[in-house]
C-alpha cells in the first residue's frame, strides 16, 4: 500500500502530467509543457518500478510524439511497454501499440502502420473500447486516402462517425486536426455527390 507520502507523491505526478498535456494539445506551449515533462520525470525516479511511474512515463512519452519527438516517444513508450505487458494491463499495452502504429503512419511506414491496427483494432473491439475503435476507422481511412483510395477512406470516415455519434465521445484536439486536414484532401478528391453517397454508405 502507498504511504501518505506516496499519495502526495501520486496525486503531485497526474498534476503535473496533466498540466504538460494541456499545455501541448490545448495551449501549443512546448516549452511550458516539457518543463511539466521534466519535473514529472523527476518524480517517476522516486516512485519507480509502480503502476503510477509507468503511467507518467508514459503521459511524457505521448509529448513528446505530440510535439513531433518521434525517436524520444519511441524510446518512452518500448520502455513502458513490457513492464505493462508484465502486469496484464491488456489496455495499456494496446495504447502503446497504437502510438507506435501512429507514429509509422506520421512517419510515412504504412504498411507497418496497417499491420499494427489490424491487430490493435480487434483487441479494442474485446475490451470494449469503442472511442479507440472509432479512431482506429479513422486511422484505416487516412491510410486509404494515402494509397489513394478515396471510396474506402469515405465509408470509413462514415462508419467511424456514426459509432461515435452512438457512444457521444469527441476526437481529441490533435485527433481533430489530422481529421479535417484528411476530410479537406479527400473533398478535393471526389465531386461532392459521391463525396457525400460514399459517407453515407460508410454510415449505414
Not at 508514459?58 to 508484465?86: H, Q, S
Request: with cysteine; charged share 30%; glycine share 6%.
Amino acid at each position: 500500500a502507498l504511504s501518505h507520502s506516496g499519495d502526495d507523491k501520486y496525486a503531485q505526478g497526474m498534476a503535473l502530467g496533466m498540466m504538460a498535456q494541456v499545455e501541448m494539445i490545448d495551449n501549443h506551449d512546448v516549452k511550458a509543457a516539457e518543463k511539466y515533462e521534466q519535473q514529472a520525470l523527476a518524480l517517476t525516479r522516486e516512485i519507480s518500478g509502480t503502476w503510477t511511474s509507468l503511467m507518467m512515463y508514459f503521459g511524457i512519452g505521448r509529448g513528446a510524439m505530440f510535439r513531433g519527438d518521434y525517436t524520444l516517444a519511441r524510446e518512452r513508450f518500448l520502455y513502458c511497454l513490457p513492464l505493462f505487458e508484465e502486469m496484464k494491463d491488456h489496455h495499456r499495452t494496446n495504447m502503446i501499440h497504437s502510438e507506435l502504429a501512429h507514429m509509422d503512419r506520421y512517419e510515412g511506414k504504412l504498411q507497418q502502420a496497417e499491420e499494427t491496427y489490424r491487430q490493435t483494432i480487434v483487441v479494442w473491439q474485446k475490451i470494449g473500447h469503442r472511442a479507440a475503435v472509432a479512431h482506429q476507422l479513422e486511422c484505416f481511412a487516412f491510410l486509404a486516402r494515402a494509397h489513394e483510395e478515396p471510396e474506402r477512406a469515405l465509408r470509413l470516415l462514415g462508419a467511424a462517425e456514426i459509432l461515435r455519434e452512438r457512444i457521444n465521445i469527441h476526437m481529441n484536439p490533435p485527433e481533430r486536426e489530422e481529421y479535417k486536414r484528411e476530410v479537406a484532401d479527400l473533398h478535393a478528391m471526389l465531386a461532392d455527390d459521391e463525396f457525400r453517397k460514399l459517407w453515407a454508405e460508410g454510415r449505414s
